[in-house]
């Protein structure tokens, strides 16, 4: 097997056991989180309804400038933009689910400006 489709699995299983435990709801959504080489993708997501409530990423707008998408700062400027998208929207706490991902490096930027912004988790 291929050295990245082990790395991909084994961030499946790991996703996979969190998820078992983690659901999301209109009061309380998960803030689920996924970082690409170049970008960083997050979302508010009420699990119960199955719909988005609020999505940011490194490519939007107004993130995305003077940002590469695929560093800590770009993780930071994304879990503020969610952040004040979610107050807008009337959402102040969510629980939070890595995806898989370690609590470290840009996973941990975008947690913790995300918590700065008003968001409890």
Do not use: C, W
């Not at 050295?3 to 790991?14: Q, Y």
């Not at 695929?70 to 102040?92: F, H």
Request: glycine share 10%; net charge positive.
């Amino acid at each position: 097997m291929n050295a990245l489709i082990k790395k991909t699995l084994r961030r499946e299983r790991r996703k996979a056991r969190v998820r078992k435990h983690v659901s999301g709801t209109s009061e309380r959504p998960r803030l689920t989180v996924f970082r690409s080489h170049k970008n960083m993708y997050a979302q508010l997501i009420d699990d119960l309804a199955g719909r988005t409530l609020v999505a940011a990423s490194s490519m939007d707008g107004a993130v995305q400038e003077g940002h590469n998408g695929g560093n800590k700062a770009a993780a930071q400027a994304v879990g503020l933009a969610l952040a004040t998208k979610a107050a807008a929207a009337g959402i102040k706490k969510a629980v939070f689910d890595r995806n898989g991902y370690p609590f470290h490096g840009r996973i941990r930027e975008l947690a913790e400006a995300a918590r700065k912004g008003g968001l409890e988790f």
